[in-house]
């Protein structure tokens, strides 16, 4: 397996298919069944994040997710927010996410952040190339 790719429209709905597939492709890949419930969460965590940020600025774009297992198993969520919105506390890495003491604005903006630091060790959130849009990126080892 190459890659697979999911776009759906930005309605909750369908964040539920996406962690089915996403746990799906990831059993397929060779990912430690003891991981798979990690999986899940951080990908419906990611997912409904985009969909947020979609529903918030009325964004019709699909949300994108990219599932890899080259090497490792990647899952790539892509919103099409405005990046400011979209990257929040992205700044942080995972233990200063895990570790800071949030205030409301930050907790609305970088909870879906500090909850996925704590499910992926291999987290990446970015802007996405063109400048719309931000990129969250996860990994979890395989093994074959």
Known sequence: MATV???FSPAPVHVRTARLVGVAVARRA???EDLLDEVRLAIGEACTRAVALHRQYDIPD???VEMSDRGAYA???VDRAPIEAGLG???L???QLANESLTDEALTTGVGFALLAGFVEDLQVRPVDEG???EVRMVWPVGR
Do not use: E, N
């Open 5 to 7: 790719r999911l776009s």
């Open 30 to 32: 060779g990912v430690r």
């Open 62 to 64: 699909p949300v994108l």
């Open 75 to 77: 899952v790539r969520v």
């Open 89 to 91: 506390l992205a700044a």
């Open 93 to 95: 890495d995972a233990d």
């Open 132 to 134: 719309i849009g931000t």
